[in-house]
């Protein structure tokens, strides 16, 4: 009687909704470690860096200055006008301080756009695979999700095609990320502008860019596909400090939007969460208009180690390996193991796999499926390289005695 009543005391919204695999599989990690387990947590996407010190520094002086008082919904006014004119500089786009809105990190950026646009039954066309998150918003914006899926053999990246055929009447948004959670692939101009003619055709169609890991890119300079002047009115692009300033903690995110969305993620946010942390703010100011060298050096630290991790998963046997050329991930396709057995123990899926290596080897990886790629298993490199060496190691040995 008591379960039955406190279910009913839930509303089917949160029913519907589905714990996010990534923070499950660290809470499960830590778990084991907390019983003297020596796990490598290889599952969070979490830059393993210090917070530069000017950084800091920033946001102690701004507790020393007094900034301890409610802030202006959208950000304070000078970090939205430095946001704008990054933004100007580095992505070529035109937006001013109105069309920017910071808030408590960028899942809560797209959180807004999505409550800010989507009726129930608009759909919305995702690239997959796709960070976790994703199909959960659009579920509390009462859209529906449309999966098109991206191959290995493409690098993971969707086509113009693809997205052409996925398009219906119903179609209000596209959203992806370039570099991308969790494959760390990156979208070229081309591909791109390719994407932008498609979007060109169909008027009501908005664009959300994830940009999230800009600065963490291997290749060439990054693109926003909100600099292409035919759908330029129609993208919203999504950025924030936590991964190329490892800012994590401090939970800051913007979007650069057209005045009307920006106008209406403000509006959500003033009766969801009011204005980001004070301090915070402060801090990613100092962050946006000073030096970016550690942002550089944290970059090459993440190369360094792909090239290190990718090298070891490539002579595992019968796992498929992209080269990621952004963000600090591996996503070996592992279904050569799938459907074989551990112990007696039948793996059927890639989280059946994960959840077998974290408590066989130690070693917490997440599996493809919360991703939208069952077959494949998402594997941190922001770790030490004796870590990373190791569960490299684990894996390799784990793998193994699967038959």
């Given amino acids: 009687m008591e379960t039955t009543t406190k279910v009913q005391l839930l509303s089917d919204r949160l029913n519907a909704l589905s714990e996010s695999e990534t923070l499950a599989m660290t809470k499960k990690a830590r778990e084991l470690a907390s019983q003297g387990h020596k796990v490598i947590s290889l599952s969070v996407g979490e830059p393993d860096f210090q917070t530069p010190q000017h950084i800091k520094d920033a946001a102690k002086k701004a507790i020393d200055d007094g900034y301890t008082f409610y802030s202006p919904v959208p950000g304070y006014p000078e970090l939205r006008q430095a946001i704008a004119d990054k933004l100007r500089k580095e992505n070529n786009l035109e937006f001013s301080a109105e069309n920017i809105v910071v808030s408590t990190g960028a899942k809560q950026s797209i959180a807004n756009v999505l409550l800010s646009i989507i009726n129930p ?9 796709y960070w976790v998150s994703y199909i959960e918003m659009v579920k509390l914006a009462e859209g529906t999700s449309v999966i098109v899926s991206g191959s290995i053999e493409n690098d993971f990246k969707v086509t113009a095609s693809q997205v052409e055929a996925a398009i219906t009447p119903n179609t209000k948004a596209i959203l992806f990320s370039s570099p991308c959670n969790p494959t760390g692939s990156v979208f070229t101009k081309s591909e791109l502008t390719a994407i932008a003619e498609v979007v060109a055709k169909n008027e009501r169609i908005v664009v959300i860019a994830d940009e999230i890991y800009e600065y963490i890119n291997f290749g060439d300079k990054h693109f926003s596909i909100g600099s292409i002047p035919s759908i330029k009115d129609r993208v919203v692009t999504v950025n924030g400090f936590s991964k190329g300033y490892a800012m994590t903690g401090w939970r800051v995110g913007y979007i650069g939007a057209p005045k009307a969305i920006a106008a209406a993620c403000d509006k959500i946010q003033g009766q969801v969460t009011s204005g980001t942390c004070s301090i915070a703010q402060k801090a990613a100011f100092a962050a946006i208009t000073g030096s970016n060298e550690a ?9 360094r180690r ?34 074989k057995s ?5 793996i059927n899926t890639a989280a059946e796999l994960a959840m077998t290596l974290l408590n066989e080897a130690k070693v917490a990886a997440v599996g493809g499926d919360a991703f939208g790629a069952p077959n494949c298993l998402r ?20 793998l193994a005695q699967i038959k």
Avoid: H
């Fill in 342 to 346: 551990f112990n007696g123990i039948k």
């Fill in 306 to 339: 792909r090239n290190l991790v990718i090298g070891l998963l490539k002579e595992i046997p019968g796992l498929k390996v992209n080269v990621p050329q952004g963000a600090f991930y591996g996503f070996p396709d592992v279904s050569y193991y799938l459907g």
């Fill in 295 to 303: 942002a550089k050096e944290m970059s090459e630290a993440y190369l």
């Fill in 379 to 398: 594997i941190s490199f922001a770790a030490s390289d004796e870590n990373l060496l190791e569960a490299c190691k684990r894996i390799r040995d784990f």
């Fill in 121 to 129: 039954g608009d759909e919305v066309i995702i690239f997959a695979p």
